[in-house]
């Protein structure tokens, strides 16, 4: 169970995380926004975000391959072209932020596909996703498992 909501407790922050979300969505496109989403939501960890930008992904017809290959992009070959792994490459970087993360080596990867104002988008995406996840994992926020009569809809139940 949640432990808060907060579109209900801080209708105000949250509507404003949720108009950069929009933001993002409109300047990069849903596909790329939800690719950034879904790498940025593995490398934290956040399962509630995991599930729901695959199932995003899946619902706008990205094979499952290209989805499941996101948790392992550096090893999938041809899977992703140059420009996304690039945007993969400063998602990672952006999302585990250190004094030696974003290298010259990445920025300049990403730059060759990006002009300096999607650069910008970029970075303001991966940082709206960041914070979605660290919501969504201190308030304990989890996906929702339907229960219908197919037992792999199930908690707990193996195949």
């Known amino acids: 169970m949640t432990r808060i909501s907060l579109d209900q ?3 105000k922050a949250y509507a404003a995380v949720a108009r950069m979300d929009t933001y ?12 950034i989403k879904l ?4 490398v934290n960890g956040c ?5 729901m930008h695959s199932t995003d992904l899946a619902a706008m017809g990205m094979p499952l391959r290209r989805i499941a290959g996101v948790a392992a992009w550096e090893h999938t070959g ?3 072209d140059e420009r996304e792994r690039s945007v993969f ?3 990672d970087a952006v999302t585990k932020i250190g004094p030696d993360s974003v290298t ?3 920025w300049d990867g990403v730059a060759a596909h990006f002009d300096a104002e999607a650069l910008g988008d970029l970075l303001m995406a991966i940082s709206t996703i960041n914070v979605w996840n660290r919501l969504a994992i201190s308030t304990e926020t989890v996906p929702v498992v339907e229960t219908a009569s197919d037992p792999s809809q199930e908690p707990g139940e193996s195949q």
């Open 78 to 80: 041809a899977l992703f």
């Open 24 to 35: 993002c969505r409109e300047a990069l496109g849903a596909e790329l926004y939800d690719l």
């Open 89 to 91: 490459a400063l998602t």
């Open 9 to 11: 407790v801080n209708k």
């Open 104 to 106: 010259d080596e990445i």
């Open 39 to 42: 790498r940025a939501s593995i």
């Open 47 to 51: 399962g509630f975000c995991v599930d």
